[in-house]
């Protein structure tokens, strides 16, 4: 799966050198170098930016569907493996946080070249994991902050270069639904590569990580020749000062969108992390298959429902985000029933559920980013954002240490149950501090 080829007769750019060929156009004998790039100034720039987001989010996703070989071929422990999958978050959460901060001060560009290169850096660590664990927790380290600087970044930085100048022909939500497909194709396409070389290839604890490495190492001069989509700014003062996201605060982020946001990632995690490695009786020979499959249905149809989910967005209520909710809380649920009925079709079954939830959730989540958001601070929340997301990524790593003490279907339901309080939570504030209304009837926010 690749990113979709659109292109433009007519881009306006800044008379950048990356994308705006004007000294070349002037001169009636344009050389090889100036043809070349006048050929990319036909290539609309949020392209650019996407491809990257892509390429780190293969980075991020492309160890899920390993976890089972881990635990088999190296006969690492079920806790060590989820804890791989925990430690991504150890790097994803402080580069959401920070990066995105600094990217509304210093620009977009130079921070998504350190992620694709945090990207490559990974890779490199990954495929060096036969030397022992050490290498797998330090690749997955750097895999996460490479997707924390992309989806806090890139997904800013393909939002701005979908509108204006660069594409005045796109929807006003292009930005959130190709952020968020984004993500979820650079994902799937990760797993399933990953999985089917595992599965079937040679190698397959090196040869998956070197040809991300091919993919992705030319992204680090395409990055470089993209355009910026906005002038730095930020606040003034230290840069410490940018770190404080003024619109974290809002209502409407605290109330409705981060209480939805664990579950997005959390989902994902119980749905195609953990379920594969408790269906090994089922699944025999056939598990890292099983693995793929699950993260592949999942992410897929997280990308297939993007579409649909646009429409079931409101701009008067959260009905996205409760949609999203239901039907991730709901995979839950079924994800316990094909653990204790020992069900492979469950189990995928569960994650086609999942996914809708996930692709719902992403974009409903952004869409209500990008309107709480200030213009300074868009890739500040947005790292806010999939901060508390991917916080969920922790789950398996908690589930599998709790199994030690308790039924895991157990837990599972009690996970349900506090899926089933934040998704009442959101229902008592969905037609609350809509930004819209505030900025319409700023008389009666204390009533609000």
């Known amino acids: 799966m690749s990113a979709p080829t659109e292109t433009a007769t007519a881009v306006e750019t800044p008379a950048t050198p990356e994308l705006a060929p004007h000294a070349a156009e002037q001169t009636p004998d344009r050389s090889r170098h100036g043809r070349h790039r006048a050929h990319t100034s036909r290539v609309k720039p949020w392209l650019a930016a996407w491809g990257a987001v892509f390429v780190c989010s293969w980075a991020g996703n492309q160890f899920s569907p390993l976890l089972l070989m881990y635990e088999q071929r190296d006969h690492y422990s079920s806790v060590l493996v989820n804890i791989f999958l925990g430690v991504y978050v150890l790097g994803l959460a402080p580069a959401l946080l920070i990066a995105g901060s600094l990217s509304d001060r210093h620009g977009r560009r130079p921070l998504l070249f350190a992620g694709v290169l945090a990207a490559l850096t990974g890779s490199v660590l990954l495929a060096l994991g036969p030397l022992g664990a050490p290498f797998l927790a330090a690749g997955r380290l750097f895999s996460g902050i490479s997707v924390g600087i992309a989806m806090a970044v890139g997904n800013a930085w393909i939002k701005e270069l979908s509108q204006g100048r660069f594409d005045p022909g796109a929807a006003a939500d292009s930005g959130a639904r190709r952020a968020s497909l984004a993500f979820t194709t650079g994902s799937a396409v990760g797993a399933l590569l990953a999985g089917l070389i595992a599965q079937w290839g040679p190698l397959p604890e090196i040869v ?241």
């Not at 090994?280 to 649909?308: D, E, K, Y």
Request: charged share 10%.
């Open 208 to 448: 998956p990580f070197v040809l991300h490495l091919a993919v992705t190492a030319p992204f680090l001069v395409i990055v470089a020749r993209t355009p910026e989509g906005r002038v730095p700014g930020g606040l003034s003062g230290p840069w410490w000062r940018q770190l404080a996201v003024p619109s974290a605060g809002h209502k409407r982020f605290t109330r409705v969108v981060l209480p939805a946001a664990p579950w997005i990632f959390g989902s994902a995690a119980i749905g195609y992390g953990f379920l594969p490695t408790q269906l090994g009786g089922a699944t025999g020979r056939w598990g890292l298959v099983c693995a793929t499959a699950a993260t592949v249905i999942a992410l897929g149809v997280s990308s297939l429902i993007q579409p649909l989910a646009q429409r079931v967005h409101s701009l008067e209520s959260a009905r996205g985000l409760l949609v999203a909710v239901a039907m991730m809380v709901l995979g839950i649920a079924i994800v316990a029933v094909a653990i204790r009925t020992q069900s492979v079709a469950i189990g995928l079954g569960a994650n086609v559920i999942i996914g809708i939830g996930i692709g719902t959730a992403l974009v409903s989540s952004l869409l209500e980013v990008q309107r709480i958001a200030g213009a300074r601070d868009l890739a500040g929340l947005t790292g806010v954002f999939y901060a508390a997301a991917y916080a969920g990524f922790l789950a398996p790593a908690v589930i599998a240490a709790l199994a030690h003490l308790l039924d895991v279907t157990l837990v599972l339901a009690v996970i349900v149950g506090l899926g089933a309080l934040c998704w009442i939570g959101i229902v008592a504030s969905s037609r609350r501090h809509i930004p819209a209304d505030e900025l319409e009837s700023a008389g009666e926010a204390e009533a609000g």
